[in-house]
């Protein structure tokens, strides 16, 4: 979505707004972000909700753990969540649904499935096929956890914010860049 259309959707008001991991990792941005959302909140005495996922959550937390090893403190970070009016959602069945629903529709049978996650291992591991021949039919490759993400929004028909433009989240219809969404909260501020 762009700049206009997520300045619509903030004006509507009734909004669940869930972030990627890739934009919860810019903690300064994200926190800021969600700063900036409570105040249009508390100024229109409206609830647009900031959600994250307990996918993006489990990976945040791990991203922390790593980077603050014995300083790594739950209930700090559980403090700042609360601060900062962010609720963590769990991953249900509904949900699971919904990913089996996109990833059915952008693969109906097994052979694309296959297929993609086979090129998907490649393109991640960076490997040039047309000089290496790579045995495997992509039936044992993983799939990404954005699947997950991605269906939690596509179920609940959230606003996803993400700046990760994978295949996984081509059936989001509404999703925005972070800086799409700072620009379009900005724009809003100066009139409230």
């Keep these: 979505m762009n700049q206009n259309e997520v300045y619509k959707l903030l004006y509507d008001g009734n909004l669940t707004i869930a972030f990627d991991t890739n934009v919860v990792r810019q903690i300064r941005r994200f926190l800021s972000l969600c700063d900036s959302i409570n105040r249009i909140n508390d100024a229109r005495h409206c609830l647009m909700r900031l959600v994250v996922s307990a996918i993006v959550h489990t990976e945040t937390l791990f991203d922390l753990k790593q980077k603050y090893q ?14 900062k009016h962010i609720s963590i959602v769990p991953f249900e ?16 049978s097994n052979d694309e499935w296959y297929t993609f996650k086979r090129q998907d291992c490649i393109n991640c591991l960076g490997i040039n096929q047309a000089n290496i021949p790579i045995p495997g039919s992509g039936k044992k490759c993983g799939a990404t956890v954005d699947w997950l993400i991605a269906g939690y929004a596509y179920a609940e028909e959230c606003l996803l914010v993400t700046d990760d433009k994978g295949k996984e989240f081509d059936g989001i219809n509404k999703k925005t860049t972070l800086k799409v969404i700072e620009a379009a909260v900005n724009e809003f501020l100066q009139v409230i």
């Design 70 to 83: 014995e300083q790594y403190d739950i209930n700090d970070i559980n403090r700042v969540l609360n601060r």
């Design 93 to 108: 069945p509904h949900h699971a649904q919904a990913v089996a629903q996109l990833i059915g529709k952008q693969f109906p």
